[in-house]
C-alpha cells in the first residue's frame, strides 16, 4: 500500500534552518510528483511547491521561492523540504502528498512534521 | 493566481440530513482540475473527490462534486456524526495550487 512516513517534530530557534523528510513507499517513487502543503495552528492548507522526483526539477509557490529549498534521494525513496531563515510564522505542520496524475489532485499524504519556531 | 472563496464558513446539521458546501473560484479552473478534502481534527487531509465530480478510492457515494467555471458545490448525504470535519476546496490546473479557506461541518 501507498505509504508517506516524515520525520518528527522539530523545534527551531528564529533565523535557524530546519530540514523535513518524506519517505515514500508501495509505489514506484519515479513516477508521481511530491507536493508540499502546510498549515499553521488553526489555519488552512497552503500549497508550498512539488518535486518530480525522476529528474528532480522543482516548482515553488511564489512566496517560497529564495528560502525554501526541495529536494530528492531517489535510492532511498525519499524527498526533503529545507526551510532557512525561520520566523515565528513559519510555525506549522508541513506535509507531504502525491499528487495523482500530472496535473493532479493529492491522493495519498504524509501523516505531517511539526515545525515550531521558538525563541 | 486562482482565489477559492467556500462557504458556509461553519454547517451545522442533523444526522441524516443532507449537506452542500459550495466553492466559488475568482476564474475558471481550467479542465475543472477541482478537488475536494476532508480533514478531521489532528489528521491529514483525505481526497474525496477530483476531477469536480470522480470519487477518490474507497469514498463512498454519499459524497457527490459537482459544478463547472467558477461555482462548484460538494454534497454529503445521509449526515452520520463520521462526517464532522473541515472540508477544503482546491484547484490544481494553475500554479499556485490553491485551497479554500475551508467549510467546517458540525453533525449534532
Known amino acids: 500500500q501507498v505509504q508517506l512516513v516524515q520525520s518528527g517534530a522539530e523545534v527551531k530557534k528564529p533565523g535557524a534552518s530546519v530540514k523535513v523528510s518524506c519517505k515514500a513507499s508501495g509505489y514506484t517513487f519515479t513516477e508521481y510528483y511530491l507536493q508540499w502543503v502546510r498549515q499553521a495552528p488553526g489555519q488552512g492548507l497552503e500549497w508550498m511547491g512539488w518535486i518530480n522526483p525522476k529528474t528532480g526539477t522543482t516548482v515553488s509557490a511564489q512566496r517560497f521561492q529564495g528560502w525554501v529549498t526541495m529536494t530528492r534521494d531517489t535510492s532511498i525513496s525519499t524527498i526533503y523540504l529545507e526551510l532557512s531563515s525561520l520566523k515565528s510564522a513559519d510555525t506549522a505542520v508541513y506535509y507531504c502528498?502525491?499528487?495523482?496524475?500530472?496535473?493532479?489532485?493529492?491522493?495519498?499524504w504524509g501523516q505531517g512534521t511539526m515545525v515550531t519556531v521558538s525563541s | 493566481e486562482i482565489v477559492l472563496t467556500q462557504s458556509p464558513g461553519t454547517l451545522s446539521l442533523s444526522p441524516g440530513e443532507r449537506a452542500t458546501l459550495s466553492c466559488r473560484a475568482s476564474?475558471?479552473?481550467?479542465?475543472?482540475?477541482l478537488a475536494w478534502y476532508q480533514q478531521k481534527p489532528g489528521q491529514a487531509p483525505r481526497l474525496l473527490i477530483y476531477?469536480?465530480?470522480n470519487r477518490a478510492t474507497d469514498i463512498p457515494d454519499k459524497f457527490s462534486g459537482s459544478g463547472s467555471g467558477t461555482d462548484f458545490t460538494l454534497t454529503i448525504s445521509r449526515l452520520d456524526p463520521e462526517d464532522s470535519a473541515v472540508y477544503y476546496c482546491?484547484?490544481?490546473?494553475?500554479?499556485?495550487?490553491?485551497f479554500g479557506q475551508g467549510t467546517r461541518l458540525e453533525i449534532k
Open positions: 502528498a502525491r499528487g495523482r496524475a500530472r496535473p493532479g489532485a493529492f491522493d495519498f
Open positions: 476564474q475558471s479552473v481550467s479542465n475543472t482540475y
Open positions: 476531477g469536480t465530480s
Open positions: 482546491q484547484q490544481y490546473g494553475s500554479s499556485p495550487k490553491t
